[in-house]
């Protein structure tokens, strides 16, 4: 069964395609003029205290250790060994393709497409600051809406300091809010935002999610007006 369904060319290919891996790699790496590094830190650290016998060797033990798990794993179900090694060959051709084409760029001098004022990268630094910023925001988030639960400040308080955040400047943010609650008050939004997370934090816990949604939305009425409502029904 094993034999009909785990194709040895399977592991030929992995291994020939971590092979090519490693030349592409060691290439970019010489002639990269510093637009290119080893982006897995794992196989940086082997470099920079082995040199190009500790890469070849580190690379060679993590594609014997992936060959071995499929033939292992093909032993007892061929079907999923199969199934491994294929998405396994699929994804190191991707990372092929990917070095070659980086070959491309450096040997016909298109470093501008790797460089920092190349829109890929400038688009690229764009997506990694909004993601920090959006990290850091739910982060903040999640620490007010257990102060405000806990009683250990206000919902005026959690709000003003919400308000100070990257992500709460942000246009796109404060766009969303405003057309989600429909309220003018964009500190209204951001309180009601805070309400409904804590509610949701206690989803769980239906009774004292009730009590503190009750509390919250008195709070939030009291310091913004009446039409200052939470999505989340009382």
Same mark, same amino acid.
């Given at each position: 069964?094993?034999?009909?369904?785990?194709?040895?060319?399977? *592991?030929?290919?992995?291994?020939?395609?971590?092979?090519?891996?490693?030349?592409?790699?060691?290439?970019?790496?010489?002639?990269?003029?510093?637009?290119? @590094?080893? @982006?897995?830190?794992?196989?940086?650290?082997? *470099? +920079?205290?082995?040199?190009?016998?500790?890469?070849?060797?580190?690379?060679?033990?993590?594609?014997?250790?992936?060959? @071995?798990?499929?033939?292992?794993? $093909?032993?007892? +179900?061929?079907?999923?060994?199969?199934?491994?090694?294929?998405?396994?060959?699929?994804?190191?051709?991707?990372?092929?393709?990917?070095?070659?084409?980086?070959?491309?760029?450096?040997? /016909?001098?298109?470093?501008?497409?790797? @460089?920092?004022?190349?829109?890929?990268?400038?688009?690229?630094? +764009?997506?990694?600051?909004?993601?920090?910023?959006?990290?850091?925001?739910?982060?903040? *988030?999640?620490?007010?809406?257990?102060?405000?639960?806990?009683?250990?400040? /206000?919902?005026?308080? $959690?709000?003003?300091?919400?308000?100070?955040?990257?992500?709460?400047?942000?246009?796109?943010?404060?766009?969303? *809010?405003?057309?989600?609650?429909?309220?003018?008050?964009?500190? $209204?939004?951001?309180?009601?935002?805070?309400?409904?997370?804590?509610?949701?934090?206690?989803?769980?816990?239906?009774?004292?999610?009730?009590?503190?949604?009750?509390?919250?939305?008195?709070?939030?009425?009291?310091?913004?007006?009446?039409?200052?409502?939470?999505?989340?029904?009382?």
């Amino acid at each position: 069964m094993s034999a009909r369904v785990f194709r040895p060319w399977k *592991l030929y290919l992995f291994a020939a395609l971590s092979v090519l891996d490693f030349f592409l790699t060691c290439w970019l790496l010489r002639h990269g003029n510093g637009f290119v @590094s080893e @982006s897995n830190p794992l196989a940086n650290w082997w *470099l +920079r205290h082995f040199g190009w016998i500790g890469l070849a060797g580190f690379k060679a033990g993590v594609a014997f250790l992936a060959a @071995s798990l499929f033939v292992v794993i $093909a032993s007892y +179900r061929p079907h999923t060994g199969a199934r491994l090694a294929g998405f396994a060959c699929a994804a190191l051709t991707a990372v092929v393709l990917y070095s070659g084409y980086l070959c491309w760029s450096v040997a /016909t001098e298109r470093t501008d497409l790797l @460089s920092d004022e190349s829109p890929l990268v400038q688009q690229g630094r +764009r997506l990694d600051s909004e993601l920090i910023k959006s990290k850091t925001y739910r982060d903040l *988030l999640e620490q007010l809406t257990r102060d405000v639960v806990a009683r250990r400040c /206000t919902l005026a308080q $959690a709000a003003r300091i919400l308000a100070e955040s990257e992500r709460a400047k942000d246009p796109t943010w404060r766009a969303q *809010l405003l057309s989600l609650y429909r309220h003018p008050s964009y500190a $209204a939004c951001l309180a009601a935002n805070l309400c409904d997370h804590a509610v949701m934090s206690l989803r769980d816990q239906p009774h004292e999610a009730r009590e503190v949604a009750r509390r919250l939305q008195a709070e939030l009425q009291a310091q913004f007006g009446r039409q200052a409502t939470m999505l989340r029904s009382v």
